[in-house]
């Protein structure tokens, strides 16, 4: 299987693609088709572990690596997680909660970035680079800290991630500041994701920076859903947890199935959509956004529009204007036409948004986004909690209120699955105000209180943060960003 560029370039191996990332176009990697899966693959993998399942997924793609090698990766990857690394659990008829936070840094991040490591090394071999690989990394929170849990003194590899200084919670900054690793570097910058983000790009597209680094013996990657091998890992949960739906006997042979997927940079409920195109039963895709409400606005209108304010709200991972991963969505919706993307994306960087028509919704008519108040998401949260005894966190909350709006138009009778993005320690603070009503100031009482009324444990991720020594408290000015990066790798501008 090639990869081939939403911008028009050359087709490469997926080696290639993982290893560089971006394409040298500006382009994002994507599978030149979608390998088909049926019912019968389905019964089948619902026999076999987690690991076998994904490794099973991987190969439909990485034709240009062993089975048997995916699946050791895999087996290595996941065995970081507490148990199952995606379990679901039933509500109710109609609902079940896919929670995807049980490895190593409490967000579904982690389903890809242990993976992308193993990938990432063996694309290394594969296309015999000798430079050492130079991995930056824009965070909304959680990448971050997983990208940084996952390539922790990995050999031959450095990486860089770039936080908003002032858009993540008090516990995902802690964990950034005290990761640990020879070749881990942090910086707060001023600014938001979107910030973050458009400066990393800025890094890859900058052919003299890129030379530089060159030089001095790094070539460039991306731990971020830009990067096919994030993208991939994300693939495979959505048709475990179909399989184990069909292996419990929830859902008959073909039965259509809802996801609700919490959204910001798009790749999560990306990796969704392509699932369906693979041929997973899927009805509704839900994509559930927070007041920054871009993208509930795009299935609406057709129209795409930064020109808004953005909000800092309780589900920062989600404070996204600028949803990269939209670039591969509009690849499909264009019939795969590279023209369109750059018409598109031209339209974005000129003016701020650009305008589909209604046809094009009908393309994708999978997609039915909605959106969910900082209000609403509190009250899902302590809702939640009342009637069914499960605590959510703020991202996931966004998604069940989202669920319920569209129940509210579409009550298809179908079953529908949460995914539940983050741990609800992450975000103590906020969930204990949902649930009780006040807000507890110090973070880790607020944990240690969320845990006493709800019965839940802590996870032993969120209390070591207590007792460790800060290692990185460096902030960028945003003009800086590339000057610093460089010197850190013995360059200049
Ligand atoms: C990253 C993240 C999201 C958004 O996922 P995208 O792939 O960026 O759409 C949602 N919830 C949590 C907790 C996250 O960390």
Redesign the pocket.
Do not use: L
């Given at each position: 299987m090639k990869f081939i560029s939403t911008r028009g370039g050359e087709a490469v191996s997926g080696a290639q693609a993982i290893l560089s990332g971006i394409a040298p176009d500006g382009g994002l990697y994507v599978p030149e088709y979608f390998p088909a899966i049926d019912s019968a693959f389905l019964r089948e993998i619902g026999n076999l572990s987690y690991p076998e399942r994904a490794a099973k997924i991987f190969s439909l793609f990485l034709d240009d690596f062993e089975i048997s090698e995916l699946e050791y990766w895999a087996e290595q990857a996941y065995a970081k997680f507490e148990g199952d690394p995606a379990p679901l659990t039933k509500i109710d008829d109609a609902t079940y909660i896919m929670e995807l936070w049980h490895g190593p840094t409490l967000?579904?991040?982690d389903l890809a970035l242990t993976m992308m490591p193993y990938l990432l090394t063996g694309a290394r071999e594969r296309c015999e680079e000798n430079k050492q690989t130079l991995i930056l990394v824009a965070t909304?929170?959680?990448?971050g800290m997983a990208a940084l849990a996952g390539f922790a003194d990995v050999a031959n590899t450095e990486i860089v991630v770039l936080y908003p200084n002032e858009g993540v919670s008090k516990l995902q900054k802690l964990q950034m500041q005290t990761a640990q690793g020879d070749n881990v570097h942090v910086f707060a910058i001023e600014g938001n994701f979107d910030d973050a983000q458009t400066a990393v790009k800025d890094i890859f597209n900058d052919k003299e920076v890129v030379e530089k680094l060159y030089e001095h013996g790094f070539s460039l990657s991306s731990a971020n859903?830009i990067n096919w091998g994030r993208l991939q890992p994300q693939i495979a949960y959505y048709i475990s947890a179909y399989a184990d739906l069909l292996y419990a006997g929830e859902v008959e042979e073909g039965e259509q199935v809802n996801f609700v997927v919490?959204?910001?940079?798009?790749?999560?409920?990306l990796a969704a959509y392509y699932a369906l195109k693979m041929g997973l039963p899927i009805a509704n895709l839900i994509v559930a956004s927070n007041k920054n409400n871009v993208l509930s606005e795009f299935f609406e209108s057709a129209e795409y529009n930064i020109n808004r304010p953005f909000y800092k709200t309780i589900s920062p991972?989600?404070d996204i204007l600028i949803s990269s991963n939209f670039e591969r969505l509009l690849f499909e919706i264009g019939g795969r036409s590279a023209e369109f993307v750059k018409e598109m994306m031209a339209d974005l960087n000129s003016q701020g948004y650009y305008c589909l028509d209604q046809a094009s919704l009908e393309k994708i008519a999978e997609f039915k986004g909605y959106y969910s108040t900082e209000e609403e998401t509190l009250d899902s949260i302590a809702n939640f909690f009342e009637i069914y005894g499960y605590l959510i966190?703020p991202?996931t909350a966004v998604g069940v209120s989202c669920l319920y709006k569209h129940m509210a138009f579409f009550d298809n009778g179908g079953k529908n699955i949460v995914v539940s993005?983050?741990s609800p320690y992450k975000f103590a603070q906020d969930v204990y105000k949902a649930i009780v009503g006040k807000w507890e100031s110090d973070t880790f009482k607020a944990v240690d209180k969320l845990s006493e009324i709800t019965a839940t444990p802590i996870p032993e991720e969120i209390s070591r943060l207590k007792h460790q020594a800060i290692l990185h408290s460096e902030e960028l000015e945003r003009q800086d960003i590339k000057k610093s990066i460089l010197e850190l790798f013995g360059s200049t501008l």
């Open positions: 967000a579904f991040k909304s929170g959680d990448t859903s919490p959204t910001g940079n798009f790749g999560n409920v991972s989600m966190d991202h993005t983050a």
